[in-house]
């Protein structure tokens, strides 16, 4: 950063806020933390520079602040930690439709080819309209925001998160030709063959509207590969694979990879909670000899299905582990309004009763499926597995695979899909499986619980040191480096 | 080909040979013509030069000839082309695996991105065993009669079809390398992601199966590119997207496209048979204004759902073609025992009675479903419709795109998915679709039924045109040619 811009407030754009507000059971505003590791990420920075966060209103009640507010922003201190926030509010149906039609399943599902293409998605009027009228609509708010806030400022700098807010960075461009544009994707970019669901005139105001960036961040270098492709592929710009930048009628965007860390001093206090401690009793009373564990959203793209038809699978084939193995799936309730997602888990549910009827005794139920949401329950659980099944069929990073070894006291053996962005990072210590390979999963979990006990040490230490390498802070000053660089050129340049 | 060269037969080698033995009605035997375009495309080939057919057997007749000709080859007459033929038997439980569990479903589902990924597949023992005493042993099979009748030959050619046989290519490789070897694939190359399904090793047989060809060909250059990218991303492979081609440990291989067309001339004779005349008779007395017109084999990759909603919305928006527009959907039975198949024609004929029921009225049924084969009837549809729909969500090439408009006698419209191969020499004169947009599909059937004659005139005339500007003799001149070059350097150069 320059001099004058470190005077300047970083803005940061994301959909989800850092902070929550909600109404307290005594009817007081009660004010919490948002979700996810783009938070967590991203708070380091915000402790140390002037940042502003623009993002969408969740609740009625952030509703409320955003209408009191307007663009002043509001100073909200969680952890420790200063934000200052602008809360956006869109017209409902807008938002309604942006995210629950347009969002969350269609860019999902594409960018992680989840759709079943003989049955879906069929795009109607209703499909356009929400494109029309909900996601364009929610972009062009928070991009009004964001060009408000950066009105009068000479080289202003704006980091937006995710897939949420693809067209926005066209619009604040139009606005701002000399503003400093960075995007980073949390999710996978997928091959250009799956964008190929939407019409054409979508794909452009997608990718015509992400290249408004000066820089494009994603988790990892095959996902820049795929960006990259699809801009030839779908768009016939000209784009340049050793340099990683895409040549477009607007100028020249780079594209980077950043693989995402976790805050592994923040677990370890969070892990050594009163709650954590009382979690951990309740689940070591009942543990079996082994335990198998995942923590997930309860996403299509986690495959979890597929678990438990391996661990069905590795019942079957080693009767020796009967009444001697829990399976304890840890799965958060997520998109419930997506008809996908609640089908999804009534499907689970039927595995689970099945899978339990097969093999479970009057002592002993083989899988606990637990469909909750609850932290501390999560880092109890992470602490004592055995072996943590993370078998994503695409998965953009997977913090839990990063999360979960750290604090875990077992040595406990990570099983991880070849197709989660964490495995370029720790896929060497981890045994690797193919997500749609059943019998490779039922043989991983019998190899990680026949594992001699000096391998599953060797395995454990060097997944702790390949995730400890890197910090949240890494992350940030990597992509402030690659801004700096934007910032002391000339515009356009 | 050289002048030695010219002597020796050449090999062709294919799932399906060009013809079938059967029982006839009163106990002889029949001869028929194996279908689809590649016998149509492949005779003529066979007509002006020595050539030698392996093929699998089909029915319990070819078994039969098979095992009383062994390797001599049989010698069959059928529309004035005389064919040498070795028929292959394998074990029958083999052959089931190979053909209904690896060929279809998996390798097609994996080409067209038919996968319902968190669905299905899922790769158990089941899957497991039917490549390795399937798929496996079927290429063996296949690859051993090959070896046995190039024999003694210096530099043997052989031409291999599609993706049965993906494997064979390296175990002729193996037992000669100095063999030329050429093989066209024809359906769509998917891109690397969609190859994730299958196990690393199963990819690797794959890859290096086929990367042990001299030459492999495609419909269109964006295949090749997708091959090129698989070979690179999934294999590690030095592939040159100039050259188009890879660098293996086994050498160098060039990956070439030729778009295949149709026998024009073929075509029009047998439209002026006395059978297609009392088709025509039949179907002018019953058609309306409009006839609207598919022709498909029941593949879900064909998009017949989709087709049949855009009508349904088409309806709903333009209540002024009430009565006066018939939608004939000619379905020949496909692949009846893969269950996706069987589940899908059911979901179809859902579909038709509720549109039916939808729009009908006492005299008029909006859409007309015939699931059968019928191949004068549908050379009768052919001349008469007003709207051929092609919507396919993936097809390696679609020929009834350019069968139908050839022998069209009413300036007939084509609306053409984006994602066929036809597309890339044709799409100039459709109607081009995306196949997931419904609203795009229901516009194109009302601009089809209310366009100018005049236009219809021009798109129809440079539908043929372009139809016409190539022959099968220039898709088998152009391989032959690239053979011919193989053929001419020092065998592993």
Known sequence: MTEENQDEPLIIVSNRGPAKFETGPDGEMVISRG?????????????????????????????????????????VELGGVEYRVVLVESDPRAFDLFYNLIANPILWFIQHYLWDLSNAPDIRLEEIEAWNDGYEVVNRDIADAVIAQIEGRERPVVMLHDYHLYTAPALIRAAR??????HFVHIPWSQPDSWRVLPGWIRER????????????????????????????????????????VSHPGGKTAVRSYPLSIDAAGLERAADSPEVAEAEAELLARRRENLILRVDRADLSKNVLRGFT??????????????????????????EDVPEYAEYLERIEALVAVVN??????????????????????????????????NSIFDGMNLVAKEAPVINTRDGVLMLSENTGAHEEIGDFALTVNPFDIQDQADAIHTALTMAPEERARRARGLKEAILSRTPGDWIDEQMADIEEVVLREPGA
Not at 311 to 321: A, G, N, R
């Open 35 to 75: 979700g996810g590791g783009l938070v967590t990420a991203l708070s380091g920075l915000v402790a140390h520079r002037d940042a502003l966060w623009i993002a969408s209103t969740m609740t009625p009640e952030d509703a409320e602040v955003a209408t009191e507010n307007g663009t002043e922003p509001v100073e």
């Open 177 to 182: 030709p000399e503003a400093v544009l960075h």
């Open 206 to 245: 997608i990718y015509d509207g992400l290249l408004a960036n000066d820089i494009i961040g994603f988790h990892t270098r095959a996902y820049c590969i795929n960006f990259l492709s699809c801009c030839e592929h779908l768009m016939g710009y000209e784009v340049d694979y050793e340099d990683l930048t």
């Open 310 to 335: 391996a661990f069905d699978t590795f019942l079957s084939q080693h009767p020796e582990f009967r009444e001697k193995v829990t399976f304890v799936a840890h799965l958060q309730p997520s998109r």
């Open 357 to 390: 009827h097969r093999h479970g005794t009057t002592d002993w139920m083989p899988i606990d499926l637990k469909v909750y949401e609850n932290f501390h329950d999560a880092l109890a659980r992470y602490r004592h597995f055995d072996l943590l099944m993370v």
